[in-house]
């Protein structure tokens, strides 16, 4: 996947990860619009050969590519769209913009059924490209910051998950605190990174200073979900300096 690539992250991170960071539709969608443009494009012209064909094509009792028009609006709930045979550009946006809410909600769904997207579930409200892929210019920082996101980053909590390790049971290599290895340990727990931390959290409730009373989950979530645009910089380096030492101390 494009994406993928672009984003920085392996080959077996989430697709709906992937895709719900950069806040693209996956192909389907634009295929559905492009037949639907098609149609509107062959109905404006009565006279055509093509219109012709068209006719033909409707009175016939055979599957074929009119078949697929009127599913498409039989399923968003258009039918009398096709019955009208007529469309205009006013509905076609409403036709699209049903095709991505319905693909949003399906989105949604799959996600929160995800045992490895379990943290991104809590973190994606809207279906948009986030700020820090803007925000942040360093290419590398970029990547872990998506891979702790999405959960393709390489914490035992996401490793044990492959090896079939129970969840309690992916404790922390690199501290003594006997504390699962999550994203949440990793921001606001493991003493291995307490120096960069201070400096992170010093700058974070300096901006919001009643980020100090939240519990890790908590700011956790914030961190991972904050648009301020010199937090996202502090949270940037501070995971990529972070992954790093954890990398030198394996």
Not at 55 to 81: C, P, Y
Not at 93 to 114: D, G, M, P, Q
Not at 195 to 207: N, T
Request: charged content about 25%; proline content about 2%.
């Amino acid at each position: 996947m494009y994406g993928k690539m672009l984003l920085g992250v392996h080959k077996k991170a989430s697709n709906l990860g992937t895709l719900g960071e950069l806040g693209v539709y996956p192909l389907q969608t634009e295929i559905l619009m492009n037949i639907l443009k098609f149609w509107q494009h062959i109905l404006q012209d009565n006279s055509s050969i093509v219109y012709e064909a068209y006719q033909m094509m409707v009175k016939s009792r055979a599957q074929n590519w009119t078949t697929s028009v009127k599913n498409v609006l039989h399923h968003f709930g258009f039918d009398e769209i096709w019955d009208a045979q007529t469309i205009d550009n006013c509905s076609l946006y409403k036709i699209k913009c049903a095709i991505l809410s319905s693909y949003e909600n399906f989105w949604h769904a799959e996600v929160r059924k995800s045992p490895k997207l379990s943290l991104y579930a809590d973190l994606k409200s809207g279906y948009k490209m986030e700020k820090y892929l803007t925000t942040v210019k360093k290419f590398s920082q970029r990547k872990e910051f998506t891979s702790l996101r999405i959960s393709a980053h390489h914490l035992h909590i996401e490793e044990g998950r492959y090896n079939k390790i129970d969840r309690q049971l992916r404790i922390c290599r690199h501290c003594h605190l006997d504390k699962v290895e999550d994203e949440a340990h990793f921001l606001g727990e493991c003493p291995m990174y307490m120096e960069h931390r201070s400096i992170l959290f010093k700058h974070v409730i300096s901006q919001v200073p009643s980020f100090n009373c939240l519990n890790m989950h908590m700011k956790c979530l914030y961190l991972l979900t904050c648009e301020d645009e010199s937090i996202i910089n502090h949270l940037s380096k501070y995971i990529e300096m972070g992954m790093d030492m954890r990398k030198q101390n394996l």
